[in-house]
């Protein structure tokens, strides 16, 4: 059976730049068959020790839906191995059906979430501490492209433009892109205060104190964002998300978030809102952002109802409930990490410390 090349191509960007597996690494492999495949052979080439945690997702929600609360919260060995010892892990998407999980119990979905969320609170440590690297990436299938609008061709030559692998020199494009968004990484340094103003957005905020990371293809293949952890009790205002955000096989769409010293106190969606609602009730941290972000990937031209690409889309915003990662200073805690985005590509503006950074989409210098 023949193998797209790219696929191998893509592979050896997340083993060779993502996460620079080197000799004696401890790396966990996560996901789902072909990409799996050589992500393996990239990884054994390199030297490192190699644990395949191979999902089906078949198995994965009927454990959602029939399995007993002690199942449902069982956390298995290549999990603890992965958050206590691992140095690399390495995460493939593939879903053959995107909406498998709508009809779950989303009670049961957020079981799941906050019995596993020591292990995560242990990863983003170890991750911040420099002891952990991850990448999260995803291989197109029917069902993205289906969600997408797009053929399997269509979708596949877009995510691999996305992902700079039909570039001659893809390492090269990422460190073009790293060099790039540094320099607003730079500038925002040592700021203290963002106002945000649009159609779809009146929003005040606090970075005092929060660093901005620049991603650059390592955590997220692909990438193309700069993002922080707000100060947690510092948002106001509004945000519309006019944008599908799909979510545990669920499309809530229309999302309008209200905040009050930081904290979700009125939300609401033209579908999904029962879902969103129960989302929002997970724990304390889930009214609370723990990641505010742009997007700077202006090879992703469009929505895709895909949030690993939405995010990064060129022209947008996007914001996540629930919890922070510890190397922006963010200290929110929460089971669920749900990202939604707002475009900014008409009539909108970012200030930062009354200081223009941003308009209509594109960045002021």
């Not at 079981?111 to 690297?133: M, N």
């Not at 809530?252 to 904290?263: I, N, T």
């Amino acid at each position: 059976m023949m193998i797209d090349p790219r696929v191998e191509k893509l592979a050896r960007l997340i083993t060779t730049y993502s996460t620079e597996v080197k000799p004696g690494d401890k790396v966990v492999i996560t996901g789902e068959l072909p990409l799996l495949r050589a992500l393996y052979h990239e990884t054994i080439r390199a030297g490192a020790l190699v644990v395949l945690d191979i999902r089906d997702e078949e198995n994965g929600n009927f454990l959602l839906r029939h399995g007993s609360d002690e199942q449902i919260a069982f956390i298995r060995p290549t999990e603890q191995f992965r958050s206590n010892e691992a140095d690399v892990s390495i995460y493939v998407r593939a879903t053959g059906n995107t909406r498998a999980q709508t009809s779950i119990d989303p009670a049961r979905e957020s079981l799941f979430s906050r019995s596993r969320q020591k292990l995560a609170a242990e990863r983003s440590k170890r991750t911040a501490d420099g002891k952990h690297r991850w990448n999260l990436t995803q291989f197109p299938t029917e069902a993205y492209a289906q969600e997408a609008g797009m053929s399997l061709e269509e979708f596949e030559d877009f995510v691999y433009k996305a992902c700079f692998v039909d570039q001659p020199d893809p390492i090269q494009s990422w460190h073009d892109l790293k060099v790039s968004q540094q320099k607003y990484v730079d500038w925002l340094t040592g700021r203290k205060h963002i106002e945000v103003r649009g159609p779809n957005i009146d929003m005040r905020l606090s970075i005092e104190g929060r660093t901005f990371v620049n991603s650059e293809g390592t955590r997220n293949m692909p990438s193309g964002e700069i993002f922080t952890g707000p100060v947690e009790q510092s948002v106001e205002g509004w945000a519309r998300f006019s944008n599908p955000s799909l979510r545990s096989g669920r499309s809530v769409e229309g999302v309008e978030l209200r905040f009050d010293q930081g904290k979700v106190i009125d939300a609401k969606a033209a579908r999904g809102e029962d879902f969103l609602l129960s989302q929002l009730d997970t724990d304390a941290g889930a009214r609370y952002l723990g990641e505010w972000a742009i997007g700077t990937n202006y090879g992703i031209t469009r929505f895709t109802g895909n949030i690993l690409f939405d995010e990064k889309i060129g022209g947008t915003i996007h914001m996540a409930l629930g919890s922070s990662y510890p190397e922006t200073g963010g200290l929110n805690k929460s089971a669920i990490h749900w990202d939604m985005i707002c475009d900014m590509r008409k009539d909108s503006e970012i200030r930062v410390d009354g200081d223009l950074l941003y308009k209509d989409g594109i960045f002021a210098f």
